[in-house]
């Protein structure tokens, strides 16, 4: 079995110059034909084909020589055929409507099938509101829930 790093490594990778090479049908071909894909803006999709249009669409207009850079966070293996993956995104976009960098988090299942590794479910959440979390120390997950059962009457 491969190492779920590698895995993950490989298919992020795949995942980068798609995108910043602006092919859609490249981006789309790492995603299983049933494939569950939620956009930063909480839209839901599914199917291949789908990821692919949409892609086509953004690529084409306000995403238009965009550059994303990825950075594997972590992995963990599922059993012998699943990886799940988390990455940071970090997105250039030169010009229209999304001009500037964002960054964003997002999650994928890689499932070994047939046709060798494919995402199943993407699910990818722009992160808006980093600057003021860490200013407001909401940064850690673990001090805002402790905040929060402080405050709880």
């Known amino acids: 079995m491969e190492s779920p790093e590698r895995v993950a490594s ?26 569950d894909f939620v956009t930063v803006r909480g839209d839901y999709f599914r199917t291949r084909s789908d990821i692919a249009g949409g892609h086509q669409a953004i690529f084409g207009s306000i ?16 059993g012998e055929s699943v990886v799940v993956a ?40 722009f992160r808006n509101v980093e600057q003021f979390a860490q200013d407001f120390g909401l940064d850690r997950w673990q001090d805002h829930a402790a905040d929060a059962r402080q405050a709880a009457p």
Do not use: C
Request: net charge negative; proline share 2%.
């Open 63 to 78: 995403y238009k020589g965009s550059v994303n850079q990825y950075e594997l966070l972590r992995t963990r293996a599922i």
């Open 10 to 35: 490989e298919t992020v990778a795949q995942l980068e110059r798609a995108w910043n090479a602006g092919d859609a049908d490249a981006w789309a071909a790492l995603f299983a034909e049933d494939a």
């Open 86 to 125: 988390h990455v940071r995104a970090r997105l250039q976009v030169p010009a229209g409507p999304m001009a500037g960098e964002h960054v964003a988090l997002f999650s994928a299942v890689i499932v070994r099938q047939d046709e060798g590794r494919r995402i199943v479910s993407f699910h990818n959440t």
